[in-house]
């Protein structure tokens, strides 16, 4: 409960270490007197699907960079398979990168887009033909194969990029914020689509993206970045059920930040009290809007109840997200999906195991 964001072990690692596939070893990265990486290490299994998430300068696009190759690290080293990867030309690397701007030719069409690559090492044509149809098949673009880029859409180019990617066979597909440029539902489309063709073809993917619903509904597990630092690594259900730290319960998803004070077992809050196994002194829990509920609709015994009064409601379709003036100048945020008047005065509650006791306390 002392540490801070700062203090945190800055490594993560599945339970078979042993057998890590692409394995990053306390890898850092400075730009000048600028320090990206701060000693990164990470384990990422075959057949994986990894997103590295955070904000604008969080360092998730220079560790991509560094595995594909195009920077190079200040320290630490890159392994794949066992074997080094760092000291690895980008062209001799068994990756390849999708990039957020498709990068294709315009004045190729979408077989030689495809075929580019496999050209420049030599395949025979032959050879080259039949992977490329064989790629195009997996992204659903056999039909456009005589296209240009400017004839077609945003989301069948992004399907031509990937079949790029893949007609090569690489090991590890690095993928740099690829659906950012699509509309709302086409995104959602996408990001379907993706995990059904990484599940498909057992490719280790390895995602960049700052969109937090993007890389819960997609990873098998999310590496949650914040100023070149490692801030939680788990799957989408655990980092955001079991937020570590302030930091990473604001980023992944709204969050109501509780203060309180732990006396022989008890966290009293203000509202209401906690029972809790925690040392007594200062505390800070993260509770979600989504736990917190009208008293009526839970009937556990077990169950935080607290009075207050509703006092704004922005309504978001399947459910409704309310603000409630509890006693003295405490707010809390709920998310309901029975409506709820303004100015009423309930009672709500919450399961007390939902209050998740933070790290750091409130610290970024």
């Given amino acids: 409960m002392n540490g801070s964001p700062a203090s945190l072990e800055n490594t993560a690692a599945p339970p078979t270490v042993e057998s890590a596939f692409l394995r990053i070893e306390h890898v850092g990265k400075s730009f000048g007197a600028q320090r990206v990486l701060e000693s990164i290490s990470l384990d990422i299994e075959r057949g994986e699907f990894l997103t590295l998430l955070g904000e604008s300068g969080s360092g998730k696009t220079t560790l991509l960079r560094i595995i594909a190759g195009f920077e190079q690290v200040s320290a630490g080293q890159v392994f794949l398979e066992g074997q080094r990867l760092d000291n690895l030309p980008p062209h001799r690397r068994p990756v390849h990168t999708v990039f957020q701007s498709y990068a294709l030719f315009p004045h190729m069409n979408v077989f030689d887009n495809v075929a580019?690559?496999?050209?420049?090492?030599?395949?025979?044509?032959?050879?080259?033909?039949?992977?490329?149809?064989?790629?195009?098949?997996?992204?659903?673009?056999?039909?456009?194969?005589?296209?240009?880029?400017?004839?077609?859409?945003?989301?069948?180019?992004?399907?031509?990029?990937?079949?790029?990617?893949?007609?090569?066979?690489?090991?590890?597909?690095?993928?740099?914020?690829?659906?950012?440029?699509?509309?709302?539902?086409?995104?959602?489309?996408?990001?379907?689509?993706?995990?059904?063709?990484?599940?498909?073809?057992?490719?280790?993917?390895?995602?960049?993206?700052?969109?937090?619903?993007?890389?819960?509904?997609?990873?098998?597990?999310?590496?949650?970045?914040?100023?070149?630092?490692?801030?939680?690594?788990?799957?989408?259900?655990?980092?955001?059920?079991?937020?570590?730290?302030?930091?990473?319960?604001?980023?992944?998803?709204?969050?109501?930040?509780?203060?309180?004070?732990?006396?022989?077992?008890?966290?009293?809050?203000?509202?209401?009290?906690?029972?809790?196994?925690?040392?007594?002194?200062?505390?800070?829990?993260?509770?979600?809007?989504?736990?917190?509920?009208?008293?009526?609709?839970?009937?556990?015994?077990?169950?935080?109840?607290?009075?207050?009064?509703?006092?704004?409601g922005q309504f978001h379709g399947a459910n409704t997200l309310l603000t409630l003036h509890c006693s003295g100048e405490i707010e809390l945020t709920a998310r309901v999906a029975l409506p709820i008047g303004l100015a009423e005065t309930l009672e709500f509650a919450f399961r007390a195991e939902e209050c998740v006791p933070l790290e750091g306390g409130e610290q970024d």
């Fill in 116 to 312: 580019y690559g496999l050209r420049v090492r030599g395949v025979s044509a032959a050879e080259t033909k039949s992977r490329v149809h064989a790629a195009l098949a997996k992204v659903r673009m056999e039909a456009f194969l005589a296209h240009y880029p400017r004839q077609i859409s945003g989301g069948q180019k992004q399907r031509v990029a990937l079949a790029r990617a893949l007609v090569n066979q690489p090991k590890v597909l690095l993928l740099d914020e690829p659906l950012s440029a699509l509309d709302a539902n086409l995104r959602v489309e996408m990001q379907r689509e993706l995990k059904l063709l990484q599940q498909d073809l057992g490719i280790t993917f390895l995602f960049v993206t700052h969109d937090q619903s993007e890389a819960l509904a997609i990873s098998d597990r999310v590496v949650l970045l914040h100023r070149g630092r490692i801030e939680q690594c788990g799957s989408p259900r655990e980092i955001y059920a079991r937020p570590r730290t302030a930091y990473a319960a604001n980023f992944l998803g709204k969050s109501n930040l509780v203060r309180g004070v732990v006396r022989r077992g008890i966290a009293e809050c203000g509202v209401f009290s906690i029972p809790v196994q925690l040392p007594d002194g200062p505390v800070v829990f993260s509770l979600r809007p989504e736990a917190i509920a009208p008293a009526s609709s839970l009937s556990d015994d077990s169950v935080v109840r607290f009075t207050a009064r509703v006092i704004a």
